[in-house]
């Protein structure tokens, strides 16, 4: 419902040289570099991951210093990435669907009187896991439990551990990477 037009484009082969015919890749729409403000604080892009592993390796890898200062916490970031799976299916994902983004008509009273006209905000739309739309949905919106609940229900319906693993990197630093 979603993310029927978004998840329905086809993830063809990148055409660089770093790929070759290894797809789907996690990146922008052409294989091109992206950017997350929930996997750093930095504006600048990285290069598109050639698969999820990698892409997992490297956003624990994020981590790392806050691990370097207290072992405990190294051990417990390092324990949480051999948890994370590493073939969820790849697609296009809107990558920052939140209250703020999502235009609604309202014809009644009733729950069934509310429709979602338009997604505003494209500009985060990857490659990504099929989980990611639910884990940003919650990333954006921790502050309202309510809001984020129901985004990981509707949105994430099935993801719900992999989300909340996704999530122990962080709230065991306490902190999102530089």
Known sequence: MWDRYARSLNHTPRPQARFHTQWPWIGGLTGSAFSDFMMTSESTPFVPFANEREF???RVSRFRPFGDRHAPTAARIADIRKSMHEDHPIVYTHDDINRRNILVRVHGDGPDDVEITALLDWEQARWRPIYWESRKWHFEDWHTPVWGDFGLKVIGQGYETVVELDRKP?????????
């Open 170 to 178: 962080q709230k065991t630093s306490g902190h999102v990477p530089y």
């Open 56 to 58: 997992n390796d490297w």
